[in-house]
């Protein structure tokens, strides 16, 4: 063995707590040997994609930057349902193509190469263009980045299978998202420092651009994953799944009201971006004030996944109710801030229940995931989950027709659809059996 191995595999049993002796039962004795170095190779390409997803975010960056360069309001409120539609439908068409191949990784390496290329049109799109035209291209950017993004989901639960033993995968995840935090807060960081003098454009032009950067290294950190070859032949598509799971949707009334109550829950992330304009309306447009909004949403991605792991632990049910309205009471106060007292209209109160906003779209997806798994029955759960996917993706597309109107009804009355959608939500889940 040599000392990179021998380094690679200490650092390995250290943060993962591997002892003396690592179990492999689900990989291969090659595979295993390989671990510690594809380990490492999966969290740096991780880190590095979680902070580009923070840079140029659907519910943070990207709303702020349509409302510097002029868009309506409608647009930011596409954003958020073009990036979960477009992630979703995909997986329906490719999955069984994907598993057709015996090395998957390079369906995660390439669609990370063409989103860094959707970055790089939308990076000069800010550059260049304004108004209308800047927002139908910054939303085809997205579409195409989102379609990518679903593409290399279905890639990713593979390569992390067929590298990583079952038992680390979890640490793996977790790793990825605290390093991506930390690295989003230092991000926050630098844009808050940013020099006053330099036109505003321009730092927002290398936010974007410095995504796309990110995803080009994050590409080439993962294609160098040792992967070996896997089964070609055997897998269901998620199109048949759904064909099957509509049985259950007929026959299951607690599946039935844990579809509707997830796609109620939508209204957290659907509202962000409209958090985000009402924000750039308040408290200004400096870049500055955008760097604390960054800030706060690392904290929140680094702080609240471990709280949120124990209360769903405890009960998921509970939890879906607790974040239905924590988040109709965090949208009611948003909605209400332009006319709270002057004194406590800053960045920094703004910043707050943005952070609160963000914690609470990390808590409504761990619930939803957690009473999914529980609850499904083991031998139907691939059906289960393709179903509550497809109704999401649905979803979505409905709620980007409700952010449409916030063109003609206003920011705050479109707050107060999503809050009220919320506290139907809390109604419904409070429905659901305990699991």
Same mark, same amino acid.
């Given at each position: 063995m040599s000392k990179k191995e021998e380094l690679a595999g200490k650092a390995y049993e250290l943060i993962t707590d591997d002892g003396e002796l690592r179990v492999c039962e689900q990989i291969s004795e090659s595979a295993c040997k390989e671990t510690p170095f594809n380990f /490492?190779?999966?969290i740096s390409s991780g880190a590095l994609s979680k902070l580009a997803e923070q840079l140029v975010s659907p519910g943070t960056t990207l709303?702020?930057?349509?409302?510097?360069?002029? +868009?309506?309001? &409608?647009?930011? *409120? &596409?954003l958020v349902p073009i990036k979960d539609a477009g992630s979703l439908l995909p997986q329906l068409f490719v999955s069984a193509k994907i598993r057709s191949y015996p090395l998957r990784k390079w369906f995660w390496v390439i669609p990370a190469w063409i989103q860094a290329l959707a970055l790089l049109g939308m990076a000069f799109t800010v550059l260049k263009m304004e108004g209308e035209t800047a927002g139908w291209l910054i939303l085809m950017f997205l579409a195409l980045f989102s379609c990518c993004s679903g593409l290399a989901s279905i890639a990713f639960k593979d390569v992390a299978a067929k590298t990583i033993p079952k038992g680390k995968r979890g640490q793996m995840l977790g790793l990825r998202a605290t390093l991506g935090g930390l690295f989003t807060l230092l991000a926050g960081g630098i844009i808050l420092a940013d020099l006053p003098e330099i036109n505003d454009r321009n730092p927002l032009f290398i936010l974007v651009l410095s995504g796309s950067v990110l995803w080009v290294i994050? *590409?080439?950190?993962?294609? @160098? #994953?040792?992967?070996?070859? $896997?089964?070609?032949? *055997?897998?269901?598509?998620?199109?048949?799944? #759904?064909?099957?799971? =509509?049985?259950? =949707?007929?026959?299951?009334?607690? @599946?039935?009201?844990?579809?509707?109550?997830?796609g109620l829950l939508m209204a957290i992330p659907l509202a962000q971006p409209f958090f985000v304009i009402l924000g750039k309306e308040e408290i200004g447009s400096e870049v500055s004030h955008l760097g604390i909004m960054v800030i706060a949403a690392g904290i929140a991605n680094v702080i609240s996944s471990p709280f949120w792991g124990r209360f769903a632990d405890k009960s998921s049910k509970k939890m879906m109710v607790f974040i239905a309205l924590l988040g109709a009471i965090n949208i009611l106060l948003m909605s209400l801030f332009p006319v709270w007292p002057e004194k406590l209209q800053n960045v920094y109160v703004f910043a707050f229940? /943005? @952070?609160?906003? +963000?914690?609470?779209? $990390? $808590?409504?997806?761990?619930?939803?995931?957690?009473y999914l798994v529980d609850f499904a029955p083991k031998d139907e759960r691939p059906s289960y989950v393709s179903l509550a996917n497809t109704a999401i993706g649905i979803f979505t597309l409905i709620g980007a027709g409700l952010g449409a109107l916030a063109g003609i009804i206003g920011v705050q009355i479109t707050l107060w659809v999503f809050a009220g959608l919320l506290l139907l939500g809390s109604g419904v889940s409070i429905r659901l059996k305990e699991v």
């Open positions: /490492f190779k999966n709303p702020w930057i349509l409302s510097a360069l002029g +868009v309506p309001n &409608a647009f930011s *409120g &596409a994050s *590409g080439f950190i993962f294609s @160098l #994953i040792t992967e070996e070859k $896997g089964a070609t032949s *055997g897998g269901r598509t998620p199109a048949a799944e #759904i064909k099957t799971a =509509w049985k259950f =949707w007929k026959e299951d009334a607690n @599946l039935r009201k844990f579809i509707i109550s997830r229940l /943005f @952070l609160v906003q +963000v914690m609470a779209h $990390g $808590g409504a997806r761990l619930s939803r995931k957690t």
